[in-house]
């Protein structure tokens, strides 16, 4: 009888051999990723990897992570507010251990991966159980945990994982994934303009002429570690502009990334007068790409309409290489459908590990979530 069982490892040089085998389908999943986490991960986070066995043979990966928000200086400035002040007291008292199943750093379903077809109500059991564990592995170490998220489900996953695991908890929506599917016949970047209705087009045009003296090149690892300064310093003014943030990335992330990944990283330099003035990141992931972190410097964000050209060129970079899709991922919604993304829905499902509170969830949840309005646009003929 085929018995179904899980390890959980804290390092990389754990995992069994046939790990990237299992993970071949997500890059996210797989090992250089993996060792990137475990190299420059988030101060206030702490990974752990899941191995699924069927009998003594690998059929499936996860990834958890734990966070400490107690660490961060800062949760986010952009909002000034007495709603996020009141936030800001609530994670800090009341949620500031955190375990996520699932990948916080990047949006999309991408905490874990099988070789085989699992159905919903064996993998949401296996990820309750891992929570169970990973709670008790820091109980022991008298840390509390207080929030356990299962993050990023698509819609029919999730319809399918609340009617078994995950039925007692609250299942919430925040931001959509902003993600553009590229037509087949789309070849060159030309193809892209012309799909434009002249509205769109005009836009286009303008944001590539303002951007005209800033000259933008992909950067070698050698590039990436003698300006790593300049990278941090400019992701993090982006990130600590945010409204709402849970961890800030290391100051090597970068290089580590391009270490470990190499020809699957990108990370794109913007240049005027020779002097870095923003920057953008790629991961590879088979047949889609997925946009990363990115930075710029705020004045020349605002002159040359950076941001929106960043948008522009990894597009350009997706169809050149015939991506079948990119993942924008949340934020700036409205300006992502500008140029061509849309909206996916994505589901998570939440708990607090005290009763009591986990009682008042649906009426806490909303909230503590920065609330978003904006239009979707529709730029093409």
Partial sequence: METTTYKIYTSIAQLPESWDIVATKNAFLQTPYLKVLEDSAPTNMQCFYIGVFENATLIGVALAQYLNVNKLESFGDRDKCLKTYVRNFIFKNFAAHVLFLGNNMITGQNGYQFNKEMDDKEISKLLVNCADEIINYFKNQKIKIHIVSFKDFYQHCADEMKQYGFAQMYEFNTQPNMIFELPHNWKSNEDYIAAFSKKYRDQYK?????????????????????????????????????????????????????????????????????????????????????????????????????????????????????????????????????IGANPVLMTGFIYHTNKWIDKFMSKIFPRLEPTVVWQQRHPFK
Avoid: W
Wanted: charged share 25%; proline share 1%.
């Fill in 206 to 338: 303008r944001a590539h002429k303002k951007i005209e003296e800033i000259k933008t090149r992909e950067l070698t690892l050698d590039e990436i570690i003698s300006n790593e300064e300049r990278i941090y310093e400019l992701y993090y003014h982006v990130a600590k502009n945010a409204p709402f943030n849970t961890f800030f990335l290391a100051k090597n992330h970068f290089s580590a990334f391009k270490k470990q990944c190499d020809a699957k990283f990108v990370l794109c330099g913007y240049f005027l007068n020779e002097t870095l003035v923003g920057f953008h990141t790629l991961l590879l992931n088979g047949k889609v790409l997925e946009t990363y972190f990115l930075g710029y410097d705020e004045q020349v964000q605002k002159e040359k309409m950076l941001y929106l050209n960043m948008l522009y060129n990894m597009t350009k970079f997706g169809i050149e290489n015939q991506f079948d899709k990119i993942v924008f991922g949340r934020t700036a919604l409205e300006i992502k459908s500008s």
